[in-house]
């Protein structure tokens, strides 16, 4: 397989390639500033196999990196730029990278992040010239030429993209349950996702993908890399903003978009009864379980929503519903991908279990971490941690992640389908369920919960709300009215930080809860009922 960006700037040479701000450029322009960016840093001592951290917001300059880092065959960090600097640091050290690519707004977290690691160069964006310029074309990297110059050195050196198996990068994944580990992904996991992704929803001429998630998180890394394959276009945005995403669907001619929940909630309030145009023609809906209440939402206002699950360790896409199936099979994630397997590993009272993948797509390891690697790895399979089923026609239904599953007197609860029903709820704008620690039960759900604006409401009457929609059990013991909830930088809510927060406030040294119940209610509302 030849440099990918290369072959597409040659077949496709004036085509628009990236929409970023104001300005945009041609499949023949992003070649040359990548060309230019990549000598730059061939230069800097950045060779085949050298782990390039990259601290940055979503920019042109960050698209350009990551093809540049490509063409020399090194291997791509993207670090979190939410994180603290102990946290990027210990990244740092976890995968030995070897450089740090920042930029403005993050140069101060990168200083204190790598001062005490002697072995790792810092670079800042503005030391790369002509990142964010038209390049100076004497300065160029030309690979055959420095083969032939070195033949002696690197007799053995493949072209890095030659071979589909090399490492691309290392994304660290969410650690919505805990320490985050760094995926390795190949070029050939890569590939087949953008291969399976455009057998299910289709390739289409006049396709624009809208790429408003982080490029540090798989679902926005992925897109950049499906946009060189495909060879459409992409409109790239600093950050997620309702107001734009809906001028995007308008302006641009935007056909595809990913966002997760929360982001299509605030696109809908946004956009208010405004049709969404024909133009656009699939939201791919991840990060977790869809609430059903926001699929109906969609449905009533013929929104072109298709759920789809996905994993950093299998380069995004897992499966993924396709259009046609929206309607028929509401709230399914769909079939895996071609190039994926999919299994439920469960016991034969339950249909529903642990969701096992395995095939092209899915990562071979952990990096530098053995032990992650052979947990994750057994019989063949990846173990995703997420607890889903399969109904009779092998359509996927995901409902939480195997550490978000409550216990409560033997009985399996999903914070899920309790959610789905808060949700629903018209004071309710969203709402997350744990499990907490019970004495007599062994665990208990409690919902975290974000009222409207000017909405009030209070624990007693969410309780009746719920006791006309589910079992006893199911029923949440505690509200806790919270004005937002936590987040992971791709919208991803972290129900370990809410359950570690409840553990501090209600559990004593001896492990024992102690607590009464109460309405704590959303400072925000105007007034409590």
């Not at 995901?398 to 949700?423: K, Q, T, W």
Request: with cysteine; glycine share 6%; net charge neutral.
């Amino acid at each position: 397989m030849q440099d990918w960006l290369a072959q597409r700037a040659m077949r496709s040479p004036e085509r628009v390639a990236l929409f970023f701000r104001d300005a945009q450029w041609t499949w023949r322009e992003l070649d040359a500033r990548v060309n230019h960016v990549a000598a730059q840093l061939d230069a800097r001592g950045i060779s085949q196999n050298t782990r390039v951290a990259v601290l940055m917001q979503n920019s042109d300059a960050y698209v350009v990196l990551v093809h540049a880092l490509a063409r020399i065959g090194a291997v791509l960090v993207p670090i979190n730029t939410r994180l603290t600097a102990n946290e990027i640091e210990w990244q740092l050290n976890h995968v030995h990278a070897r450089f740090l690519i920042y930029d403005n707004a993050n140069s101060a977290t990168a200083a204190q992040a790598t001062q005490s690691i002697s072995e790792l160069r810092p670079i800042s964006l503005d030391e790369l010239q002509s990142l964010t310029f038209p390049p100076n074309t004497k300065q160029s990297f030309n690979r055959k030429s420095k083969i032939e110059n070195r033949k002696s050195e690197i007799s053995n050196l493949q072209s890095p993209v030659s071979n589909l198996d090399s490492p691309h990068a290392i994304l660290f994944t969410s650690g919505t349950t805990g320490k985050s580990k760094g995926a390795m992904l190949t070029y050939a996991n890569h590939w087949w996702n953008a291969m399976g992704s455009a057998l299910n929803l289709g390739l289409h001429d006049d396709d624009v993908w809208l790429l408003c998630m982080p490029l540090f998180h798989i679902g926005g890394l992925a897109i950049v890399l499906r946009s060189v394959i495909y060879g459409n276009p992409v409109v790239l945005h600093e950050a997620f903003d309702a107001g734009a995403v809906n001028r995007a669907f308008d302006e641009q001619r935007v056909t595809i978009v990913s966002l997760v929940s929360t982001m299509l909630r605030r696109v809908l309030d946004a956009r208010g009864e405004k049709p969404f145009p024909e133009t656009l023609r699939a939201i791919l809906l991840g990060g977790g379980p869809a609430p059903k209440d926001l699929l109906e939402r969609c449905a009533e206002k013929n929104v072109p929503v298709v759920q789809t699950y996905g994993l950093t360790e299998a380069a995004s896409q897992v499966a993924t519903l396709a259009p046609s199936d929206a309607l028929r099979k509401l709230g399914s994630a769909g079939k895996p991908l071609f190039g994926v397997e999919l299994k439920i590993e469960h016991d034969a009272r339950d249909k529903v279990g642990e969701i096992l993948i395995r095939g092209a797509t899915v990562m071979q390891e952990y990096a530098e971490d053995a032990q992650a690697t052979q947990r994750a790895f057994r019989g063949g399979w990846f173990h995703t941690g997420d607890l889903g089923y399969l109904d009779d026609e092998g359509y996927l239904y995901v409902l939480a992640r195997r550490n978000d599953l409550i216990v409560s007197g033997g009985e399996n609860i999903y914070p899920a389908e309790i959610e789905n029903v808060l949700n629903a709820h018209p004071a309710i704008l969203e709402a997350v369920v744990i499990g907490a620690q019970d004495a007599e039960w062994g665990q208990t759900p409690v919902a975290y919960c974000v009222v409207r604006e000017k909405i009030s409401a209070n624990a007693d009457e969410l309780k009746m709300y719920c006791a006309e929609k589910l079992a006893r059990y199911k029923i949440p013991s505690e509200f806790v009215f919270v004005e937002n909830l936590p987040r992971n930088a791709s919208g991803k809510i972290l129900r370990r930080e809410l359950a570690e927060q409840w553990t501090r406030m209600n559990v004593d040294e001896r492990g024992i809860t102690n607590y009464k119940t109460r309405a704590r209610i959303n400072p925000e509302a105007n007034n409590s009922a």
